[in-house]
């Protein structure tokens, strides 16, 4: 019976160590794709922005085009080890639904700013559709965000595209300007 106290003790001051323990690791856009994606990636012609408005590799005169273009580029392949991972992750908003005050429970993270705006889309397995209840106010879709929270590999169509990857968020922040710099 005397136990009982010291155990109590002891399990109430190693709950908060693990759950600090705990944290979501930090990746990069490249991880969630398959290493078949990754090099297919690697072997395409360098393209830019003109090249996509204009005439280009993927290009129709004048016109965005998107019928023909290599295969990798509409992937919805997924990284099985990135299921039910904690992660974090950082990218840009693309708003989907939000309460009419402002803050978005559901958005679209993109790995570069004005995705699925002027450009064409990015891959499924390169958008990820975050689910955030707490909501966050998205003044500047041009402003990253950091992202924490559990990713699982599931398609998801949205109105602006499909994605190969959900996060039910813990956490959304602004990146600040000093983590910019590194």
Not at 20 to 47: G, N, R, S, V
Not at 54 to 75: H, M
Request: charged share 20%; proline share 9%; glycine share 8%.
């Amino acid at each position: 019976m005397k136990r009982a106290p010291f155990f109590r003790l002891l399990v109430a001051l190693l709950i908060p160590a693990f759950a600090y323990a705990i944290e979501p690791q930090e990746i990069d856009w490249l991880e969630l794709l398959p290493p078949e994606d990754l090099a297919a990636l690697e072997k395409l012609p360098e393209t830019n922005e003109q090249d996509l408005l204009g005439e280009g590799p993927f290009c129709g005169e004048g016109a965005i085009k998107l019928e023909g273009q290599p295969a990798v580029l509409s992937s919805a392949r997924t990284v099985a080890a990135m299921n039910n991972r904690l992660v974090r992750l950082s990218g840009y908003p693309i708003p989907l639904e939000g309460d009419g005050e402002g803050r978005f429970q559901r958005f679209l993270l993109v790995s570069y700013p004005g995705a699925c705006a002027q450009l064409p889309a990015p891959a499924p397995n390169q958008m990820v559709l975050v689910t955030y209840p707490t909501g966050i106010a998205l003044d500047d879709v041009y402003l990253p965000l950091w992202v924490d929270g559990t990713l699982k590999a599931s398609k998801t169509v949205t109105e602006l595209g499909e994605t190969a990857y959900s996060l039910e968020a813990s956490q959304v922040r602004l990146v600040e300007e000093a983590e910019l710099e590194n």
